[in-house]
């Protein structure tokens, strides 16, 4: 039975819970790590205090490890800053290093990272072997992948999946996105030239189970859809499966006097990340275009 068992840090959110539902219907064991009191089938650990019971660990055969401070809630403050960087490296250390003190430890550890690494890299498309790029997101990525070098050294294969944007029905970016369309004032944002790296939810389940297998890989594995289109191009083709107007662009200017440093990296930057690893190791994405992904995601009853 051990070898059915997987622990998931950020069990609550919106991968955790897609990715829990998936795992348990297809017959594994997920124990959700928590900050709270445990019960029963649940794992107590505080990144604060570095507490974590590694009892419960012993013989699990993967860690999936999503949590981490929100991105787009609120304002990029200096504390804010300090909570996104802080929430993420310290809780991947806290995690790894129990690791590497079990005396079973799992087979695999998944730890999410995010396309961020590459920083705003213009026209050059990026696999895994694209070096970090500048400011504060890749600075976030770089400490937050070094983090889980513990768990490496524990003989645990590592993978470090770089999300992209992720689509889904049920929170996320895409509700937020759909609103301003819904009251006719979709368009592209900025000059709309920069690339937009998304994943569909579903595919962004599959490909963490990809990771599971034993022949599963190792080291920065980019979780992107194959189909990276520009921002304009994203704007045009979700007016167009909603139905609505996609021609009023979002200045610059707006974007950065609304959202200062959060709209600059989050709206204005962007990546051409490809799949290189996961298409390489024969994965195959059910949604690899933009337009079949948002009109699945955005049908009644989406979800995984």
Request: glycine share 12%; charged share 20%; proline share 7%.
């Amino acid at each position: 039975m051990a070898e059915r068992v997987v622990a998931v840090t950020g069990a609550s959110g919106l991968i955790g819970r897609a990715l829990r539902r998936r795992l348990e219907r297809e017959g594994w064991r997920v124990l959700p790590l928590v900050r709270r009191t445990a019960r029963p089938g649940e794992v107590t650990w505080d990144p604060r205090s570095g507490a974590i019971d590694l009892a419960a660990l012993e013989g699990a055969y993967a860690v999936v490890h999503l949590a981490g401070d929100n991105l787009g809630e609120g304002r990029w403050t200096s504390e804010k800053k300090a909570l996104i960087l802080r929430s993420r490296v310290r809780g991947t250390e806290v995690l790894c290093e129990g690791l590497w003190r079990l005396k079973r430890p799992p087979s695999v550890l998944v730890a999410a990272s995010a396309i961020g690494w590459y920083g705003d890299r213009g026209e050059t498309e990026l696999d895994e072997s694209a070096p970090s790029g500048l400011g504060f997101l890749p600075e976030v990525c770089a400490a937050w992948e070094g983090a889980t070098m513990p768990a490496a050294e524990a003989r645990i294969r590592v993978v470090n999946l770089r999300i992209g944007v992720v689509l889904a029905s049920e929170g996320g970016a895409l509700p937020q996105m759909v609103t301003p369309y819904k009251l006719g004032l979709g368009g592209p944002v900025g000059g709309g030239r920069q690339w937009m790296s998304w994943i569909a939810l579903p595919d962004l389940v599959d490909a963490i189970q990809w990771c599971l297998r034993p022949d599963g890989p190792s080291g920065p594995v980019n979780a992107t859809a194959p189909g990276t289109v520009r921002q304009r191009d994203f704007a045009r083709t979700l007016g167009k499966v909603l139905g609505k107007p996609a021609f009023l662009p979002l200045p610059s200017w707006a974007v950065r006097l609304a959202m200062g440093e959060k709209g600059e990296a989050l709206l204005l930057e962007g990546a051409r990340v490809a799949p290189k690893k996961l298409l390489a190791s024969g994965f195959t994405f059910s949604y690899p275009e933009l337009e079949g992904a948002l009109r699945a995601m955005l049908s009644p009853g989406a979800g995984t």
